[in-house]
């Protein structure tokens, strides 16, 4: 009777592990609506191919105070996309799965400072990321940034 007990209970343990790990270790995880870490925009990641990418779908003041009307990117460095609007601007670019919750070698856009960065995501929880951006490829000089999923 005790070897039954024992031999369930192993087998129970053995397939919870299994489920667990596959739903771990899956590379559209990432998809889905994001909150910021300042909580003033959100960010819908989208797959393209074997891609991924996250455009602007949501904004806590999409409008400019000043002419009330939708917010461009006026920090573009590039004369000619200043005036695009923000919203639904793809933000993040070309990120790759790299296996054990992990995404990497993509560009996120920074509409407040005009800049693009280097770009790297890992999967925190289900409702969780990190966010890396950094600069020539070093990842080590950069920031990260917490997003959260948006139910």
């Given at each position: 009777?005790?070897?039954?007990?024992?031999?369930?209970?192993?087998?129970?343990?053995?397939?919870?592990?299994?489920?667990?790990?596959?739903?771990?270790?899956?590379?559209?995880?990432?998809?889905?609506?994001?909150?910021?870490?300042?909580?003033?925009?959100?960010?819908q990641i989208f797959k393209q191919g074997n891609k991924y990418f996250g455009k602007l779908v949501w904004m806590l003041e999409p409008n400019d105070p000043v002419t009330n009307k939708p917010k461009v990117?006026?920090?573009?460095?590039?004369?000619?996309?200043?005036?695009?609007?923000?919203?639904?601007?793809?933000?993040l670019t070309n990120l790759t799965y790299k296996g054990n919750n992990m995404w990497g070698d993509g560009e996120i856009y920074n509409p407040e400072d005009g800049k693009t960065y280097s770009c790297e995501v890992s999967l925190k929880g289900?409702?969780?990321?990190?966010?890396?951006?950094?600069?020539?490829?070093?990842?080590?000089?950069?920031?990260?940034?917490?997003?959260?999923?948006?139910?």
């Open positions: 009777m005790n070897l039954l007990r024992l031999t369930t209970l192993l087998l129970i343990i053995c397939i919870s592990l299994t489920s667990f790990s596959s739903k771990a270790d899956d590379p559209d995880a990432l998809l889905g609506k994001w909150l910021s870490s300042k909580k003033r925009n959100q960010v990117d006026k920090e573009n460095p590039d004369d000619k996309l200043r005036n695009r609007p923000l919203m639904h601007l793809v933000l289900p409702n969780a990321i990190d966010l890396r951006g950094y600069v020539m490829g070093l990842s080590f000089l950069g920031k990260s940034k917490t997003w959260t999923r948006v139910q």
